[in-house]
């Protein structure tokens, strides 16, 4: 099996992509299609034993539509430019003359006596009035050829589209002038029974709605464009000493940057030089300025600050932190929500079934309702016209387009528009301890001494020469706190599994567990009371003594996030229940999880089994959502329905996950689900409304009302109608932007 995506043109609604997607899903050896009209693209999943590119372009292009395989660049796109969409100049103009032919032909009627000049006096010169208004619904006609051009060739090959219906409605009211033009000569009356104006203003309309439309959809890829902006063109690089400046797409891996305060850090990189301040906002949503030091990471695409910064590069093209969250969104934006599948269905068969209302409520009034010709056809414009699809097909898309900008933008990076869905009917949350809800690196958290400072200096001189983790917790407290250490111990004696052993300024010096100091006969009672309290924490203890004394006792813990405990009361704030998943002892998973109030705790799980209870959870309560950050998550993350990968974790686990958390922030799984709440209700509010007017508005121009004495649905407003239609299901996608998470 293979997955392909490629570029369809010429789509323009929602009938449009159900065709591209009906043909393709038709093909021997295609188990997957989605085509989305937002983005024009087509993602189809394929056996290449039996089908391919060749029976991909030669189906599509039978149906209509333009096709071209959209090939990743190896680079970033740097130069992509900011889609300017049509020039509104053929609208301006169409509108003006379809005004003077309002005015030519609506004026006396709906204002009485008008001003006119004779020569096109309708009761004088009935011919002249006639070809005056054939003539001023020319620029309409010229401007929106396009509906003629692409609209009865698809109906024709059997996959009518909305141009479709506005072709066939104006066409129809088109011809029935043109006869009564010629008509005249010999029944004057027949000036009475023309359409021009019809014709010219809901051609005029539909553009107008699609123009505004086309202006709000491009809105709704600006996280992609921000993101695209934010790689530098040309970036400074050390070679053989010199400083060039470059091409981005031409520096290496392990090639030096030179990146000065104020100018954007090209690639992904490792400083090795200098310090600062780096603003990683639009990568990860984090407001706060970062600070980086010798050893840090910095990511292409964030500024510097302050400092100069020497950089090694460590990622290039498609391989940076930039490039994959593009892809990432792109990847959300150009796949289906299962909620659109349904509305996709519907859209699919909506034209032909208008087609067929349209013609039968023509029918109906001709033969039972005994009404003239030029009332039928006003009836059969009326309902092609007010049924366009275009609101049904925009609904979900552009929602989904909107919610995973916002995502990306606040630093949660989306996978799919399935996974937006999916995430608002969460019923359990799973976080993995270590690195999701901790920090995943230990820390003194508290000491147990007469003298704190001596006990530090003494611990941080002994452990000097050691690489343990808990060894590096002491120094690096000690460094911060600006405390010094003595000197380099004599006689250094690392006892495996208990401590270490040597002598500073002639007197020993033991550092480790109490039993060392035991077995070295010297009396730690004093601190054995409160180190038990410390050990039912979970807090590994390193006891002290110098001079046959002992000075105290350090515990050393992995530090829970600041933001732990508020995410676990949002999530349960929510209906969500919280699981604390730990490979830990149980006294420091239960520690952990009463510090975050985790209504359920599982300790000394093994990382094989983390899978097992991902699923046993699910059972137990429904959705899942694993949040998580090593390696040993990601078959978690792939077992759970919603697997969240705190964005400093592994590339595997990022790659096994259907959202990444960018700010290691525990809180962002909660906006995650908020998000997807916020996307799937106003969804939900485009469909009911796309479903609202179609359902209303269809009866409405058939003349159900007319039927109890009511108004007719005019071609015009029912153009209106449609246009305005599509562009309040894109204008209530887009408030979704102005949504806090």
């Not at 995410?567 to 998943?581: N, P, Y």
């Not at 759970?640 to 964005?647: P, R, T, Y």
């Not at 039927?707 to 562009?727: I, K, N, Q, R, W």
Request: neutral net charge; aromatic residues 6%; glycine residues 10%.
């Amino acid at each position: 099996m293979k997955t392909e995506q490629y570029i369809i043109n010429g789509m323009s609604c929602a009938a449009c992509s159900a065709s591209v997607q009906r043909v393709i899903s038709r093909l021997d050896g295609v188990t997957g299609c989605e085509v989305n009209l937002i983005t024009g693209k087509m993602t189809v999943t394929f056996d290449e034993q039996k089908t391919g590119q060749t029976d991909f372009v030669r189906v599509v292009e039978k149906a209509g539509f333009g096709i071209e395989r959209d090939i990743p660049k190896k680079e970033m796109p740097k130069d992509k430019k900011t889609e300017k969409g049509e020039s509104p100049l053929p609208i301006i103009i169409s509108a003006i003359f379809s005004l003077a032919l309002l005015y030519i032909s609506m004026g006396q009627m709906i204002f009485g006596n008008v001003p006119l000049p004779q020569i096109i006096n309708m009761d004088t010169q009935p011919y002249n009035f006639a070809i005056t208004q054939a003539l001023l619904a020319c620029p309409a006609l010229f401007f929106g050829r396009k509906f003629f051009t692409k609209g009865i060739p698809l109906l024709l090959r059997g996959h009518p589209n909305m141009d479709s219906l506005v072709a066939v409605g104006a066409g129809a009211s088109l011809g029935y002038s043109v006869v009564m033009t010629y008509c005249i000569s010999s029944n004057p009356h027949a000036v009475h029974n023309l359409y021009y104006e019809s014709v010219a203003v809901v051609i005029t309309l539909v553009m107008l709605g699609r123009f505004f439309e086309g202006r709000s959809r491009r809105k709704t890829a600006d996280a992609i464009k921000k993101l695209m902006e934010l790689s530098p063109d040309t970036g400074i690089v050390l070679r053989n000493g010199k400083e060039l400046t470059v091409p981005t797409g031409e520096i290496n891996v392990d090639e030096i940057l030179v990146v000065k305060p104020g100018a954007k850090i090209p690639l992904d990189g490792i400083v090795t030089e200098g310090s600062s301040s780096c603003d990683e906002a639009m990568l990860t949503g984090e407001s706060l300025p970062v600070e980086k030091t010798v050893g840090d990471k910095v990511t292409g695409g964030s500024i510097n600050l302050n400092g100069l910064l020497y950089v090694k590069v460590t990622h290039t093209g498609e391989n940076t932190a930039l490039a994959k969250i593009i892809r990432f969104v792109e990847d959300a934006q150009s796949k289906k929500a299962p909620i659109s599948k349904t509305a996709d269905r519907v859209a699919g068969i909506f034209v032909p079934a208008v087609i067929a209302v349209a013609l039968v409520s023509a029918l109906m009034w001709f033969v039972f309702g005994g009404q003239s010709i030029s009332f039928v056809l006003k009836i059969f414009t009326s309902v092609l016209v007010v049924a366009c699809p275009c609101a049904l097909g925009l609904a979900t898309p552009t929602a989904v387009m909107v919610g995973t900008g916002l995502g990306a933008a606040n630093g949660i990076l989306i996978r799919n528009g399935e996974v937006l869905e999916t995430t608002h009917k969460i019923k359990a949350a799973v976080f993995d301890k270590t690195g999701t809800v901790t920090e995943g690196k230990a820390a003194v958290s508290e000491i147990v001494s007469d003298n704190r400072e001596l006990l530090i200096s003494l611990a941080a001189t002994a452990e000097s020469g050691s690489d343990h983790p808990l060894a590096r917790a002491v120094t690096e407290y000690a460094k911060k706190q600006g405390i010094a250490v003595t000197q380099k111990p004599d006689e250094f004696q690392n006892i495996p599994g208990k401590g270490i052993k040597c002598l500073v300024n002639n007197e020993a010096l033991i550092v480790g567990k109490v039993e060392l100091l035991s077995e070295n006969g010297i009396d730690a009672e004093k601190y054995l009371s409160h180190s038990q309290e410390l050990a039912q924490q979970g807090k590994s203890l390193i006891f002290v003594a110098f001079g046959g004394r002992a000075l105290g006792v350090i515990a050393i813990s992995d530090q829970i996030k600041k933001s732990s405990a508020q995410a676990f009361k949002e999530l349960r704030s929510m209906g969500i229940k919280t699981v604390l998943l730990s490979g830990d002892n149980r006294p420091c998973a239960e520690y952990i999880g009463s510090i975050v109030s985790a209504d359920e705790v599982y300790a000394e799980v093994l990382p094989e089994d983390k899978a097992r209870i991902v699923a046993d959870i699910r059972k137990k309560y429904g959705t899942v959502m694993m949040v998580g950050d090593g390696i040993n998550d990601a078959p978690a993350l792939s077992e759970a329905d919603v697997g969240c990968a705190i964005g400093g974790g592994s590339d595997i686990a990022i790659e096994a996950a259907d959202i990444v958390l960018m700010k290691n922030d525990p809180c962002d799984a909660a906006r995650a689900v908020n998000l997807s709440r916020l996307t799937v209700r106003n969804i939900k509010q485009n469909l009911f409304w796309a479903f609202c007017y179609n359902t209303v508005c269809i009866p409405i121009a058939a003349g159900l009302l007319y039927v109890f004495g009511g108004p007719l649905l005019s071609p015009m407003l029912a153009g209106l109608a449609m246009s305005l239609s599509s562009v309040f299901v894109v204008g209530n996608a887009l408030r979704l932007r102005g949504k806090r998470l």
